[in-house]
């Protein structure tokens, strides 16, 4: 069982973490937005990278990620189904750690996007809402992997989740809905919210824990 003391240590620097990570986010954004609607070098390049790119599967890869990422099946069906999966397994805490970091990363997301209001790339293959900065749907794909490598945490997890930011962040420059400095933004907001929220949750979610090791050792 961790100490309160190492509890309370690891909830500092998660926190600390978290904030570094969401005002680098907003740091991004505003330099962005200092810009106009010019985007940065690299953005410019990987976006006419891909324009002319032809990668077999890799558009309906994108579309499927596109559906998985966000709209009503992202922001409704996956955090409540999640819940509930962890409700079956008895973590409650875990259920609303998910829960409310799947919220607050949300929250964020939207905050900047009114906030730089940046456009999106004129290539952009499908419909999406107000603000191309920051990508709401990689910001969701890393809330969901540090969620889980707090709530499991195991290097296999860790990669599946890096893995899937990745992949998510590919997809949305391969559809032209984001700039690729927008996914940066994303990973940024959605992996801070899961900190900072695991952070304000440590003691709960410690017993949580400790509640799952002591059912697997009564086994």
Known sequence: ???????????????????????????????????????????????????DAAIPLAGAVSYAMNFLGGGWFGVFVVPLGAAAALLALRRPWAAVFFLTAEATSAALVQVLKHLFGRARPT??????DYGSYPSGHVANAATL???????????????VGAAW?????????YLHAHWLSDTV???????????????????PLARDREVVRSRRSAH
């Open 1 to 51: 069982m961790l100490s309160p003391s190492r509890v309370r240590t690891t909830a500092v620097w998660a926190a600390v973490i978290g904030v570094v990570l969401i005002g680098s986010a907003a740091g991004l954004g505003a330099w962005a937005f200092a810009r106009g609607n010019t985007p940065f070098a690299i953005d410019a390049w990987w976006n006419a990278l891909l324009v």
């Open 165 to 173: 930011i990745l992949l998510m962040a590919f997809s949305r420059t």
């Open 145 to 159: 992997a540090v969620c889980a490598v707090v709530i499991f945490p195991r290097i296999a997890v860790a990669l």
């Open 123 to 128: 290539e952009i293959l499908i419909i999406s």
């Open 185 to 203: 933004g994303g990973a940024l907001v959605g992996a801070g919210a899961a900190l900072v929220v695991a952070a304000a949750m440590a003691v």
